[in-house]
């Protein structure tokens, strides 16, 4: 696609819910990345997919939250048992491929899904 | 120490005053660094990238980088109120995985 996609761009849950958020790269982008923006903070890395496979997760925050990535593409944030401090902006980025000053690639980011736990 | 810091302003500068937004980071093996722009409820957009010592200029826009101090700054010259927003840095982890670390922001409030 034109740009990375994500959805739901909202949504609501109550506290103990289980939630999926979906992201669906740039067209050709082999790297994918979860970052979190809790309001008025800066953004936390959560985890990088090349490929299919996460070689860091080292910012998932608990045994709550994983991630997978199918086909090289589109990519599932699961949140389980939510909680109250999980209210954030969850931001899907990709880039083509390694982030190296020879390769000149960046990330480019979705418009993030906003969570919202009651 | 924060591997990427940025004061948190906000900054305030006049209409057509140069604003200068600096950023230090902590790893000697950081290759690439990046400014990105978010306005309020939106998501980031790259402004642009700078890889080597020294200035890189892009429209109203320049990047300058010294590794040796492990400093980074963006200048914008005639601000414009459209410019106000929050920027964000953004540093190359070089510890072998690909991925940015973002500072905390330094917001931007451009006054007529």
């Known amino acids: 696609g034109a740009g990375v996609s994500q959805s739901p761009s909202n949504k609501v849950t109550e506290k103990g819910k289980d939630v999926e958020l979906r992201c669906d790269p740039i067209?050709?982008?082999?790297?994918l990345y979860w970052y979190r923006q809790s309001l008025g903070q800066g953004l936390e890395f959560l985890i990088y997919?090349?490929?299919?496979?996460?070689?860091?997760k080292s910012g998932l925050p608990s045994d709550r939250f994983s991630a997978e990535r199918t086909g090289g593409s589109v990519s599932t944030l699961t949140i389980q048992r939510t909680q109250q401090e999980d209210s954030a902006v969850y931001l899907c980025?990709?880039?083509?491929?390694?982030?190296?000053?020879?390769?000149?690639?960046?990330?480019?980011f979705g418009e993030g899904s906003w969570l919202t736990v009651v | 120490q924060k591997e990427v810091e940025q004061n948190s302003g906000p900054l305030s500068v006049p209409e057509g005053a140069i604003a200068s937004l600096n950023c230090t980071y902590s790893?000697?093996?950081?290759?690439?660094f990046f400014w990105y722009r978010q306005y309020s409820g939106k998501s980031p957009e790259l402004i642009m990238f700078?890889?080597?010592?020294g200035d890189k200029e892009d429209g109203r826009f320049t990047a300058q980088l010294n590794k040796a101090s492990q400093y980074v700054s963006l200048l914008i010259r005639d601000s414009q109120p459209s410019d106000s927003a929050t920027y964000l840095c953004?540093?190359?982890?070089?510890?072998?995985?690909?991925?940015?670390?973002f500072g905390a922001g330094t917001r931007l409030a451009v006054h007529p």
């Open positions: 980025a990709s880039s083509l491929g390694l982030l190296t000053a020879l390769s000149g690639n960046t990330i480019y």
């Open positions: 067209s050709g982008h082999t790297a």
């Open positions: 997919f090349q490929g299919n496979s996460a070689p860091d």
């Open positions: 790893d000697r093996g950081s290759q690439s």
């Open positions: 700078i890889y080597s010592n």
């Open positions: 953004a540093v190359n982890n070089p510890g072998g995985y690909n991925k940015l670390i």
